[in-house]
């Protein structure tokens, strides 16, 4: 499941993969909250004819959606396919995921009409399924890329959806362990706005190895076990919505326990609308791409990362005019042809804040060693570090510099 409906298209990231905008007929009307009887007709030319709505907390479809096999007329082709071991592990792995609020899809038969429903599956509750149309219940006979979006528009309507107060609000009840499992209202559901958080805003990390069941995100989930969140699985990574109040009281708790276990997590400003969730989630994943250049473990707060940001938009062109005509090329050639180590003082330098004994450490060097470095830029090169407008240049250009690099790299 995606939430490429919260992406911005202009922060496109070339840290990673680069994705195609989802396209599906039901986006535009889910963004804009259009009304039911409109959504309805939408499904209907999607799906064909009839489009059912169904309340999957009735007995037959929970039952349904872990393929009994005494009940699954298909169970043969099931069998060819998969494991009966392979099955379960898939199957613990999903509804495990489930339940830690990252929305799960689902397509599985519909016993007594000999049709497939496709849903999700949501804190090991199903939260909303589609009827699709009279084509059997073989998977093969689906089109699974439609399933899909089509399911994941309905489970992050129902993460995301809007309703008139905080008891009825779905995200609220989803947050807190009180989801109702019964057939949502999908006039509210379709509304993608969140007024009743003011002060929300969005995780985002990829856990490593993901995604093998080996990877970091059970590390993930322990760490924000303490906070109100709900998680979906987005691309190549995870993006988790959090209450940044809650966020703000845990973060040094949540920066060192992420930096022993040596993990990223970008974060984006609050807001409580959709733009301020899309925008949110763009700026989570700045943080992200920035601190992991950076080498930096934590929670990387989009506010600490907004030079690199501004940086980032400079044309490449002209970020490598800037770079051959400034103090960086100076020192650079000094280095080269004196075997000096001034750039890296200068980086230990910046990194540490202008402690002199901090960037030795850093150095490994004595700090008698970094006293003469700091004169020896002074002097031969007019590269002033006791100047606060040399240190602001500095730091811009080595961030371009560090950006051009990945950039040639990737």
């Given at each position: ?78 069998r060819q396919q998969i494991s009966d071991e392979e099955y379960q592990k898939n199957t613990d792995y999903v ?84 989801l109702d499992a019964s057939l949502v209202d999908l006039h509210t559901l379709f509304a993608a706005s969140i ?48 209450d940044a109040d809650a966020l703000h009281q845990a973060q040094s708790e949540l920066t060192h326990w992420f ?152």
């Amino acid at each position: 499941m995606c939430l490429d409906f919260i992406q911005n298209q202009r922060y496109e990231l070339d840290f990673y993969p680069r994705r195609k905008r989802m396209e599906h007929p039901l986006l535009d009307l889910l963004l804009n909250g259009a009304a039911f009887s409109e959504i309805i007709d939408k499904a209907e030319q999607v799906l064909g004819n009839p489009v059912a709505f169904i309340d999957t907390a009735q007995n037959e479809t929970t039952l349904s959606a872990h393929y009994p096999r005494e009940d699954m007329e298909d169970k043969a082709y099931r069998r060819q396919q998969i494991s009966d071991e392979e099955y379960q592990k898939n199957t613990d792995y999903v509804t495990s995921l489930s339940r830690t609020g990252i929305p799960q899809v689902l397509v599985w038969p519909h016993i007594r009409r000999k049709r497939l429903i496709c849903g999700c599956l949501v804190q090991g509750r199903h939260v909303g399924g589609i009827r699709l149309p009279d084509i059997g219940n073989r998977l093969e006979d689906l089109d699974m890329d439609l399933v899909q979006k089509t399911a994941a528009m309905i489970g992050m309507a129902y993460v995301l959806h809007t309703s008139r107060s905080e008891d009825e609000n779905c995200l609220w009840n989803l947050l807190n362990d009180r989801l109702d499992a019964s057939l949502v209202d999908l006039h509210t559901l379709f509304a993608a706005s969140i007024p009743t958080w003011d002060s929300l805003c969005v995780l985002w990390f990829i856990p490593e190895y993901y995604p093998d069941y080996t990877s970091n995100l059970p590390l993930y989930q322990q760490a924000f076990a303490k906070l109100s969140t709900c998680m979906t699985n987005c691309g190549s990574g995870f993006a988790l919505l959090a209450d940044a109040d809650a966020l703000h009281q845990a973060q040094s708790e949540l920066t060192h326990w992420f930096q022993e276990h040596r993990l990223t997590a970008g974060v984006g400003s609050s807001g409580n609308t959709l733009a301020a969730l899309r925008r949110s989630y763009d700026q989570a994943r700045h943080s992200l791409k920035f601190a992991i250049q950076a080498g930096n473990y934590g929670l990387a707060q989009f506010s600490d990362y907004q030079l690199n940001y501004l940086m980032s938009l400079i044309p490449a062109d002209q970020a490598a005019a800037l770079l051959n005509a400034g103090p960086l090329s100076m020192i650079e050639t000094c280095d080269q042809q004196n075997g000096t180590e001034l750039l890296k003082t200068v980086r230990a330098y910046l990194r540490c804040g202008g402690n002199m004994k901090a960037a030795a450490d850093l150095l490994c060097v004595h700090k008698n060693t970094v006293f003469y470095r700091i004169g020896k830029l002074r002097e031969e090169l007019g590269v002033d570090l006791a100047k606060a407008d040399t240190l602001s240049l500095l730091n811009c250009l080595l961030i371009l510099k560090d950006q051009q690099e990945i950039a040639d790299r990737y």
